[in-house]
């Protein structure tokens, strides 16, 4: 029998309806046999996740006001989830405990991740699955990193006799014994490290999407969904912003080359975005994505033979490490050297930094450019196509965005294009409408 790691999110648990339409799923694959939880998310816009109101909760009892009325609207989250699936389930004692705790300030960590437990208590009840608490498999270091070779060995030994099981996401516990939890949207990390543990075949992360979209649905409408994409690429699209899984989730799943595929509760017929080591699997578009971010600043150095002075690129981003300034892109000329940095981060240190470059390299001169964009065009199908730079460059002039800015790697798996802030937008429709929207 194959095995499967379901993971849902918050919007995937906010309400028992969505907890049955859960229940189907799992039931209709043999398969899913470990499940990983969030916290109830929001049911409607305006609604607040179970995990926030937690975190609220928490620092009201540190400021030592009376928190009943709080732990009521997070235990009626709960009942309403419980009523509406009628099950023989009380949470009263776990909530007694809960409010104790807090009131002792047992840390905000506990916290927040009584919102995945308790949600793990009601999910393990609703599918007649074991409930596995992590904070007795998932462990974290001194320094607050996940030890994972421990964890990998004590949750497989535990799993190992388990034939369905119900983990809950998002913490673990630290060497101390008290409760720790990964940054927000972590238990897409617990799905992995169970993942791991257990040798899933496949990872399922189900969410409120029908998978990866090629480009942002706030710039485009409707975009595609990206069928399969690489871990590579994925990382590429990721840094620049889009997001559907947390980062960290990527790294144990890469090691042991188990698929994770992004999936839609509310349309679990779709098939989702297939997230692989590699694939011989084409590309339906030549590009897989296009991401992209505002708020860069440039600083462009200018000394005439510059070629020649050995150390001159290093001696600028010393500079800029001194500051503890990150660089993102340094394209370089003849006698130019370009730094792109995060203007919001550059601002406060641009005089220091200035200063820096004069002693360090005394160049003819520096110019500043700020409120710039970077546009990433991603994909593995961009190495088998001549033509695809042509193509991009061509679409942007026609939309009448100047590019101040070209990088590609020479993997060939992204493009990177400077254009101003203002340009953004547009610069992702025109890429988006030559290569999706008219197909070639
Ligand atoms: N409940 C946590 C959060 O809201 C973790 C998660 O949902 O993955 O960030």
């Not at 995990?51 to 030592?64: F, I, K, P, S, W």
């Not at 608490?133 to 994972?148: K, S």
């Not at 999936?263 to 679990?268: D, G, I, L, S």
């Not at 990088?407 to 493009?415: K, M, V």
């Amino acid at each position: 029998m194959r095995k499967k790691v379901v993971k849902f999110g918050g919007s995937s648990l906010a309400s028992a309806e969505q907890f049955k339409k859960v229940g189907d799923i799992i039931r209709s694959d043999e398969g899913r046999r470990y499940v990983v939880p969030s916290a109830p998310g929001k049911r409607y816009n305006d609604d607040i996740k179970v995990t926030d109101m937690l975190y609220d909760c928490y620092h009201a009892a540190a400021e030592g006001i009376p928190v009943d009325k709080k732990i009521q609207r997070i235990q009626a989250r709960y009942q309403e989830i419980i009523d509406g699936l009628n099950l023989n389930l009380s949470l009263d004692e776990e909530f007694a405990r809960i409010k104790e705790d807090f009131e002792n300030q047992k840390g905000l960590d506990y916290a927040a991740s009584r919102g995945e437990y308790l949600n793990g208590i009601i999910m393990a009840d609703y599918l007649g699955y074991e409930f596995v608490d992590p904070a007795n498999h998932i462990f974290f270091d001194e320094n607050g990193v996940l030890d994972a070779e421990r964890t990998d060995k004590s949750l497989a030994d535990k799993l190992e006799h388990i034939e369905r099981a119900v983990i809950p996401g998002f913490y673990g516990s630290c060497y101390d014994g008290t409760i720790k939890t990964f940054s927000r949207g972590g238990s897409d990390v617990t799905g992995s490290i169970v993942a791991k543990a257990v040798r899933a075949d496949l990872y399922e992360n189900w969410t409120d999407v029908s998978g990866f979209l090629v480009t942002d649905p706030r710039i485009v409408d409707n975009p595609k969904v990206i069928s399969t994409i690489t871990y590579k690429e994925l990382r590429e699209l990721a840094y620049m912003g889009a997001t559907v899984l947390h980062e960290d989730a990527i790294f144990p799943l890469r090691q042991e080359g188990i698929p994770i595929n992004i999936r839609n509760t509310n349309c679990p017929l779709d098939k989702g975005t297939m997230i692989v080591e590699s694939t011989c699997n084409k590309p339906k578009y030549t590009i897989t994505g296009i991401a992209g971010k505002k708020g860069f600043a440039s600083i462009n150095i200018e000394k005439d033979m510059m070629n020649a002075e050995i150390g001159f690129g290093r001696k600028v981003l010393q500079v800029f490490e001194e500051n503890g300034l990150s660089f993102e892109h340094v394209p370089s000329g003849i006698d130019t050297f370009t730094v792109y940095v995060h203007q919001d981060e550059f601002e406060d240190k641009e005089q220091n930094i200035i200063a820096g470059l004069h002693r360090a390299v005394q160049p003819d001169s520096i110019d500043l450019e700020s409120d710039l964009a970077l546009v990433a065009v991603v994909g593995r199908g961009m190495r088998r196509n001549r033509g695809t730079a042509a193509r991009i460059f061509a679409a942007l002039a026609h939309n009448h965005v100047n590019v101040k800015m070209i990088d590609q790697g020479s993997s060939e798996l992204n493009i990177i294009i400077g254009v101003e802030n203002r340009d953004f937008e547009t610069a992702i429709r025109s890429i988006y409408d030559i290569f999706v929207l008219s197909q070639v």
